[in-house]
Nanobody, 127 residues
């Protein structure tokens, strides 16, 4: 069992930065690939970024965030991060952390394939 709790959301102006954190419980945290999704109002939940299990040596990003967002993990602290730079109003959404038992970090994910979810943290980017 893995429990996930996101934090770090808030209101930021366009062009600004935020770092989201996801705290995980459970001794098997390192064995899961960790994924960030987001869901804007009246839109479907969409993939943002994934980092591979264990060393986190592999990552993959949605085209909409590539070059602006960075996913990372600290297994010693059971933490996953999403550094978001050059934020745009269209980045406004609830951001969710998820855990996937498929360990690869080189392919995007679908929401239906995740094993565990956090409850999300709201990011609002003003223009």
């Amino acid at each position: 069992q893995v429990q996930l709790v996101e934090s770090g959301g808030g209101l930021v102006q366009a062009g600004g930065s935020l770092r989201l954190s996801c705290a995980a419980s459970g001794r098997t945290f390192s064995s899961y690939a960790m994924v960030w999704f987001r869901q804007a109002p009246d839109k479907e939940r969409e993939f943002v970024a994934v980092i591979s299990a264990n060393t986190g040596s592999s990552t993959y990003y949605a085209n909409s965030v590539k070059g602006r967002f960075t996913i990372s993990r600290d297994n010693a602290k059971n933490m996953v991060y999403l550094q978001m730079n050059s934020l745009k109003p269209e980045d406004t959404a609830v951001y969710y952390c998820a855990a996937d038992s498929w360990p690869t970090g080189s392919v995007p994910r679908r929401p239906g394939g995740m094993e565990y979810w956090g409850k999300g943290t709201l990011v609002t980017v003003s223009s």
